[in-house]
């Protein structure tokens, strides 16, 4: 039988040797990468600077968003006094196992070359690869502090399918063209996930760790860093694939103001909320980043800079409403444990985003974005030429309920699967606690005092 | 009458209330980031490449300044042992709130287009949003712990306002064409008016507060997250919006070398001013940027590398000095009380530049930039065709005192305003203290010892 | 004689007013960044947009390696629970001056204009110093805590000279086209510098400070930042002066997959080597970055995904191996003192580079690379037009081996010179400790109560 301390070195092990020889036999190079493609490419396309390869319009947000999935959510999840090792940790293990698989899952459904066989990647495969583990990711803020190293590789190895199965569905079967940032596939299907799955693993005497479930002055400070990448870099999150030029520029636009407005409600309603009118940094780490999840879907189309202050306002009232009410209810009501809050600041500003890009989508005209921009903007070439805009827009709204079901349903598989007695879970008493998963350092009162070295000065040299 | 615990939400509310009327009323997409206009952008300037959208000449830029607004400024305050939450956390709303009104109040000067009566904006604007806040930042830096968070929304409110004003003054009527890093516009402003206001708003019994005006050292780490993003990423926020080519080249180039010589020179004194010739934490995170702000206006031009290492070995020097001698005086015989010693690494360094500029701009030739290079780096054609070098800088100089003029009359206008009994200050002896304003997490040394957990181990399940 | 505590500051004005001299007399722009120069070189190459400037090529990527040089190195080092500031403040002083004398020694040996007699620099030539200085910055790696900040600066000075001499060996006159990552020129080479300096200077009574030399939780966290931001930016690090177009865009793919496989290697291996599975923060910190190091190499050749994906899994294994049993062999047999374990995550990963690239180097066929891209890929015109692949493979041998070579003798010999009694160094039983060299703030601890607060309320107004 798996022993847990060896269950994690042996599923690393065989999956990273998996992932050698599933990219032995499918992963190439693709034309703009590889050496003697992008030389003909170039001949073929007509362009005569390198410039114009894909990897300048897309390798600054590119490193944006890997920097929000591995410090982005890797920091603010430390925010536990005694799991912060685990929060970061943990995240940089599973994005690192996720998003190879992912780039094999992704391959298969959106780039598997029928004659040759094979996946080609670019800049654009890696920046997809790092959004598909982020719906893992999200996942395990609910779990956080409550599962194995192991069970979370398992989190992610059907995380990651579920998310390539459910994005082949919306993007392509749906051709919900428009959802680069991804408020349904990423942000609604990783939260309805791993809120299912917390359900699926309800510990009704998780009280036991109530004395490590919460923060400590410096862990608070050490999570507003991965709160305030997140915040700052989201405009590249949205952007990252969206169209090359004013399709790109506009998403930015959009993603700051959006999340500029929502800092402003998130303060208020967290204000209003406490006695004495006291701040909540939970609020302020996580709600005030409800705007970029809400407009991952609706950032790319012509919403108007007020628009996208509107969503904002909103989002930041919803959100903190939800940290402040709905999280407790949840916990009470339908036994449901959801650590850092992901139902406040994923599933449902996903969803709402979802809806917004559907409403958004419907509204649009060639007055506002020009034939060629509406045509350019929505896809709608081939044979979704004839797809009028209202019809664009119910695709979009039911892109959004196919995502909470693969998240909910999907979610619940999973659960079940984690229940069985193998994957080394910490006890309902050793929850929330680094000390079940990693050599930790003495404490920090060990520390000798000062004072007793001034006599031993600076350079030994200097006795003599 | 307000109280002190719902004034923030009010503030917050109907600001953001009024954000979402005016941008409705006034803000649009400029051309490049509207879909219509720049596929008609395309046309009619014969461009082919969506490369050529400004969006990919600012974007990398307008991230790291970003960054240095939110994780820079922010986690540079963050120093003082019990006031870290504030540092950051205010530094987040009311750089949120300032960059929405910037656009509105740079919009009305710079851009409002007279026909439609819109203002149009894109990525260009985002950044000098992101400028304007960095005045009223600043002005933080004096303020900090001694505020509240509505006294703080007003400093911004007024701050970006008389921003607009002075920058339109410096850069419209004055044509000075060259403060592409604000060394005058933001720097030499923002100083002023948070000494300015820090002098009204003296408090005699600020000693009531001593234990806490001081670092621990985790907290000066943190600090020193914020004081390296801002020194990396210095080129970046000094070329943001330059010229394109050669001018954002050449910016970069001379920031770097300016900023790697101040670092030394910041050495230096600091182990010079202290017995035993041991180095102070503050001088290194903050002397060490005041090249950065020094270079704001003349890092465009052709200063040569050597002139920028000049500079940055006298600004160490300068800003050093400053936190060893000038800050205690000042505090000691003007009364003025400089929480973060704004004083020595903007308000001085920034009017240095701007004095430095003023002589490279009146040495400029056109041996050294060429005749076209001459009139696009300093915007010397139209109406100002016939402006002599030397008048160029005799203006560039008359700038500086501007944008000292409008810091400290703005400023004591402010600490004013501030003084009415109504925004929710702290007592003297409830200053630098988070608990003023933030829901604090229980203390550190409560985490209970994690001995007795041994027998519990890490699976429940294997028990059975 | 030269005293402990004035040494530093002597040194730092002495060598800042060297390099404002020395920078007078040989550094200029050069044509991409120099106002009149660009102008004509657009003129002269019929380049229409300035998008082409190489600016835009090499600054994002650019920003990346700053990041990794001080945020990255710094904070990487700062795990030892009272050494963090000397970790992150002196690996900022010692790259601050290494990058200033990198772009004379690199612009001596590969820019220096035979006619003019300047060095023309670019963002190019700031990447590479860049580069110059974390040679030194690995060295300072294996003396963290054992040595005082003058000694630091010798070990950059002559670093920084020995690089450029390596450096001129191996690309100019060995040929060896491709190290863009420096796996030989910087890894190779400042592991095996750091451990010659070590092992000279080794103290037998180490053990007197042995309660300093380890981490504390939060120390831990810190470091984890410094390792992110390493892991992150690694594909930028590697790109970031290869060819423009396929080569920078196959070099980021080619280390982003390669860093992922060794993540999940290292953990395993952390795992299995301590008792209960536990996981060792170091290894997570360290052994993680290993992948980055070998690919440094052979990155931008045609080395295929699953090539990368094979030597991540190596790396991670064979570098947490190196912590768990080589570091403290090397510290048992040897005499060799390594405080961050440069030997397995630098030295013996970059040498292995080396090898992957020659053996690589060998294999390439005119079939994977076209006809064009071999040549450009490997620079084979001019002189070295002739050279078989097989004969190239030989000379990027040769290469790794005079990369050990200077390491090793320059090491020893730098060594000796920090033997001289001048230097400032810590006495062994202050080893490890900030106290030596920095002004520390009070202890944590010392931080009163807050309970007393609750009678004075926040605003001193309202009570009147």
């Known amino acids: 039988?798996?022993?847990?301390?060896?269950?994690?070195?042996?599923?690393?092990?065989?999956?990273?040797?998996?992932?050698?020889?599933?990219?032995?036999?499918?992963?190439?190079?693709?034309?703009?990468?590889?050496?003697?493609?992008?030389?003909?490419?170039?001949?073929?396309?007509?362009?005569?600077?390198?410039?114009?390869?894909?990897?300048?319009?897309?390798?600054?947000?590119?490193?944006?968003?890997?920097?929000?999935?591995?410090?982005?959510?890797?920091?603010?999840?430390?925010?536990?006094?005694?799991?912060?090792?685990?929060?970061?940790?943990?995240?940089?293990?599973?994005a690192a196992f996720g998003l190879q698989w992912a780039l094999l899952m992704q391959g298969w459904f959106h780039s598997l070359d029928p004659v040759t066989g094979k996946i080609t990647i670019g800049i654009e495969s890696l920046i997809n690869a790092d959004f598909c583990c982020a719906g893992s990711l999200i996942a395990y803020g609910a779990l956080l502090g409550k599962v194995s190293p192991v069970q979370l590789m398992i989190v992610t190895l059907f995380g990651v399918t579920l998310f390539a199965v459910e994005e082949y569905i919306i993007l392509d079967l749906l051709h919900v063209s428009l959802d680069a940032g991804g408020s349904m596939v990423i942000h609604t299907f990783g939260g309805y996930y791993g809120l299912a799955i917390s359900w699926v693993l309800y510990r009704p005497n998780l009280n036991l760790s109530k004395r490590l479930n919460g923060s400590v002055y410096h862990s608070d400070l050490f999570a507003m860093i991965g709160a305030l990448f997140l915040w700052m870099f989201w405009p590249s999150?949205?952007?990252?694939?969206?169209?090359?030029?004013?399709?790109?520029?506009?998403?930015?636009?959009?993603?700051?103001?959006?999340?500029a407005a929502c800092v402003l409600t998130t303060f208020a309603i967290s204000s209003m909320g406490q006695k004495k009118g006291k701040l909540d940094m939970v609020h302020i780490q996580n709600a005030s980043l409800a705007a970029g999840v809400a407009m991952g879907t609706s950032a790319e189309f012509m919403i108007t800079p007020y628009g996208s202050i509107i969503v904002g306002f909103c989002c930041g009232i919803i959100s903190t409403f939800g940290y402040l009410y709905?999280?407790?209810?949840?916990?009470?009501?339908?036994?449901?444990?959801?650590?850092?809050?992901?139902?406040?600041?994923?599933a449902?500003?996903?969803?709402?985003?979802?809806?917004v890009g559907a409403i958004v989508a419907a509204a649009a005209t060639e007055?506002?974005?020009?034939?060629?921009?509406?045509?350019?903007?929505?896809?709608?070439?081939?044979k979704f030429e004839n797809r009028s805009m209202s019809t664009q827009g119910a695709y979009q709204a039911a892109g959004t309920c196919v995502a909470?079901?693969?998240?909910?349903?999907?979610?619940?598989?999973?659960?079940?699967?984690?229940?069985?007695?193998?994957?080394?879970?910490?006890?309902?008493?050793f929850c929330f606690d680094d000390e079940a998963y990693w050599e930790l350092p003495e404490d920090e009162e060990t520390i000798p005092p000062v004072l007793e070295y001034n006599n031993h000065m600076i350079n030994k040299h200097q006795d003599t």
Chains 1, 2, 3 share one sequence.
């Not at 969206?242 to 998403?251: D, F, L």
């Not at 949840?330 to 809050?341: A, H, V």
């Not at 007055?367 to 081939?382: A, C, N, R």
């Open 1 to 94: 039988i798996l022993r847990s301390h060896t269950g994690l070195p042996a599923v690393c092990f065989v999956w990273q040797i998996a992932m050698v020889i599933l990219f032995g036999v499918f992963i190439r190079y693709d034309e703009e990468s590889d050496e003697k493609g992008w030389h003909e490419f170039k001949r073929s396309h007509n362009i005569t600077s390198n410039i114009e390869n894909d990897f300048y319009f897309r390798y600054p947000s590119f490193q944006d968003v890997h920097v929000m999935i591995f410090v982005g959510f890797g920091f603010l999840m430390t925010f536990l006094k005694r799991y912060s090792f685990g929060g970061v940790g943990f995240n940089f293990l599973i």
């Open 237 to 259: 999150f949205n952007s990252a694939i969206t169209n090359h030029g004013a399709g790109q520029h506009r998403t930015v636009i959009n993603t700051y103001l959006s999340l």
């Open 326 to 346: 709905v999280t407790p209810f949840l916990e009470k009501r339908l036994k449901l444990q959801d650590t850092c809050g992901i139902h406040n600041l994923h």
């Open 348 to 355: 449902v500003p996903g969803m709402l985003g979802g809806f």
């Open 367 to 382: 007055e506002v974005y020009g034939k060629e921009g509406l045509v350019e903007t929505f896809g709608l070439s081939g």
């Open 404 to 429: 909470i079901a693969f998240g909910l349903v999907g979610g619940v598989c999973v659960g079940f699967i984690l229940r069985f007695p193998l994957w080394g879970d910490p006890a309902d008493d």
